[in-house]
């Protein structure tokens, strides 16, 4: 519930649905490498704008801990509840709702890949995953896509100003997914971001897209806790899709 607690940094009202499930997110790292739009434009359907900021698209990189997993009025059941994942995504617009678009999610709890797969038509795999020290993710199904990395706060908490870089890639409230035609909305109060250093020994996350990442190290944010509630998919009103590009 802390986070209704700030409603005025919305890009758009709150949907008039009550929301269906919260979460708290903890320990996180956005990883982020500019990478050019034509790399990206194979895997996003092409009735989703792919945007960019500084004259490029961005890829990001984000493991995380998830606690406190829950329906609306229900209390968090025990060890489901807790688990830690990792996303590969980019960034999207359809109609004047700026989102989010996940290549892929990765969970080390079977049951929130299911339940997610389900829900919300995400592209979630098991993934065997470690967080002691070092976040260490390797996928069950597909070993050569693997992660690792130690990162930490090197700075204050700041929230991002909008039109700035870290506001273009923290700030958004919806994701996309079933090729582009379901969106669901989220909430959360502004991001608590922390410049952060990363040491990243393994990054194949980008691999299945056969997108390379620049051989840089990456725009890196830290943050400490963020509390998140979260509605159902519907369907994206068909004057926001786009028409495909003419060939």
């Not at 005025?8 to 949907?15: I, S, Y």
């Not at 693997?146 to 908490?157: C, H, L, S």
């Not at 379901?182 to 990363?198: C, V």
Request: hydrophobic fraction near 40%.
């Amino acid at each position: 519930m802390a986070a209704l607690d700030r409603l005025d940094h919305r890009p758009w009202p709150l949907p008039a649905k009550p929301w269906w499930m919260g979460q708290t997110w903890s320990d996180l790292l956005f990883a982020h490498w500019p990478v050019e739009q034509r790399l990206l434009r194979p895997h996003v359907p092409p009735g989703l704008e792919i945007e960019e900021h500084g004259g490029t698209a961005w890829v990001g990189i984000t493991p995380f801990l998830v606690k406190g997993l829950r329906s609306r009025g229900l209390p968090p059941v025990p060890v489901l509840s807790r688990f830690r994942e990792l996303n590969c995504r980019t960034y999207v617009r359809s109609g004047d709702r700026p989102g989010i678009w996940f290549f892929s999610l990765d969970a080390s709890s079977r049951l929130a890949v299911q339940g997610a797969r389900l829900t919300y038509r995400l592209p979630y795999h098991h993934a065997r995953i470690e967080l002691n020290g070092a976040f260490v993710a390797c996928r069950t199904g597909d070993p050569k896509v693997r992660f690792e990395a130690r990162y930490e706060p090197v700075g204050e908490v700041f929230t991002a100003s909008p039109g700035t870089l870290e506001h273009f890639l923290t700030e958004r409230y919806c994701l996309y997914a079933g090729a582009g035609r379901w969106r669901a909305d989220i909430h959360h109060p502004p991001w608590p971001l922390q410049p952060a250093e990363a040491e990243l020994a393994v990054n194949t996350m980008a691999a299945p897209l056969d997108v390379p990442l620049p051989d840089q190290p990456p725009l890196a944010h830290y943050v400490h806790r963020q509390d998140v509630i979260g509605w159902p998919p519907a369907a994206v009103p068909r004057r926001d899709f786009l028409a495909p590009p003419a060939a």
